[in-house]
């Protein structure tokens, strides 16, 4: 039985003050002694720090929204993995489709990403997904296949149940439009058997396998009551305390 992960994306909102209030409605509002399910906010950079301060006794895990692959040095806007365990993170999202489609990251790059994260046990929240027209050309399979070979490229089995995937239709993100709960399990059973595949099966019966794409309080009972949804990434609806919480609670 896969334990469900629900995890806060706050891509570049909320400065320090805002962090801090979240941060206190959602320790205040949860109890953590009945938590059914793993907790992960991903603040912006800035605030991390701090963000470890108010969750350090509280179940509540934190994570980062992006890394570099190189250790130090001359790259100029970029955070290492070191970086981010200082300050208390355990996990690091990487491929988010806004990394991919606006920054330009590539296959290769997110590989290289993983791995350097996996060196200093982050455990990296991979992101994968498809297009719209990628959809509607009926190639989302070929798409995620192909997301995911290139980013598991010479990861290994121990390196592999380390990590997370989430399962983002690029058309569902931000955009109020979700996939139906059985087009994402489709894809989710999918991906578990790529993971069958290339690791056998302990290793994809256990991968926990998220879907993202405008997750609400309305919507997410549904698709986290699905047997290959194991939890989901919340953009949007994860800045709102009440409607994260009443998503954590349907987990
Ligand atoms: C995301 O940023 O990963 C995401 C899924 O955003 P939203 O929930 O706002 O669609």
Known sequence: MRRKVIAGNWKMNNDLKETQNLISKLTSGLSMDNLN???IVCPAFTSLSEAHTLLKDTKIKLGAQNMYFET??????????????????E????????R???????????????KKANLSALKPIFCVGELLEEREAGITEKVIEKQIRSGLM????????????AYEPVWAIGTGKTASPEQADEVHK???SLIYDKYGASISENVIIQYGGSVNNKNAKELLSKKDIDG????????????????????
């Not at 010479?154 to 995937?165: A, G, H, P, T, V």
């Open 91 to 98: 996990y690091v999202i990487i491929g988010h489709s806004e």
């Open 100 to 114: 991919r489609t606006i920054f330009g990251e590539t296959d290769e790059l997110i590989n290289n990403k993983i």
């Open 154 to 165: 010479d990861i290994s089995s121990e390196e592999m149940s380390n990590i997370i995937i």
């Open 190 to 192: 999918f991906i578990r």
């Open 37 to 39: 399910c793993d907790v």
């Open 232 to 251: 989901a990434l919340v953009g949007g609806a994860s800045l709102k305390s009440d409607a994260f919480i009443e998503i954590i609670l349907a987990a």
């Open 72 to 89: 130090s040095g001359a790259f100029t806007g970029e955070i290492s993995d070191s970086m981010l365990k200082s300050v208390g993170c």
